[in-house]
């Protein structure tokens, strides 16, 4: 189950510098292990830097659900764009948007083999190694999931 993680974390299109704003997305995420303080299941994702710098790469576990996702700029349309791929089958896509220094919005949508997946949220940084995610919209598997706000703290 794609659980917004960032979802951790995830929200940026840098409109009018790109690399910029995703080298401050990925200064921000990379190091330590995230971890929603208020979950009913665990959730935990780590980020690295990979393929020579030039992407991300998450590792999240949601429960028992492994999923991966890869950061980097789309090279079409120059925005900051995250693929998600978990183990029940489900493949995410989604474009971020950055409104401020610590403010990031992203929305996207997919399928898995139970139905289609979908994100809205909004992520902002508190400190170094504290997220407020905001919610809007979740669908996993084709079901409304619980919607508001999330807090994830990082420890590195």
Not at 42 to 63: A, D, V
Request: hydrophobic share 35%; glycine share 10%; with cysteine.
């Amino acid at each position: 189950m794609l659980c917004s993680a960032v979802l951790v974390m995830a929200s940026l299109i840098g409109q009018i510098n790109t690399e910029a704003d995703y080298k401050s997305l990925s200064d921000f995420l990379v190091g330590g292990v995230w971890t929603m303080t208020k979950s009913d299941v665990k959730c935990e994702i780590s980020y690295k830097p990979t393929l020579n710098g030039r992407f991300i790469l998450g590792e999240y576990m949601h429960g028992d659900i492994p999923v991966t996702f890869l950061i980097g700029i789309d090279p079409v349309t120059k925005k900051i764009t995250w693929f998600g791929f978990d183990g029940d089958g489900d493949v995410v896509k989604w474009v971020m948007t950055r409104s401020s220094d610590d403010t990031w919005s992203s929305e996207g949508n997919g399928m898995g083999p139970k139905g289609e997946c979908a994100l809205k949220n909004k992520l902002t940084r508190i400190d170094a190694d504290t997220l407020e995610e905001e919610l809007e919209h979740f669908v996993i598997n084709g079901k409304q999931m619980k919607i508001g706000t999330n807090i994830w703290k990082r420890k590195r």
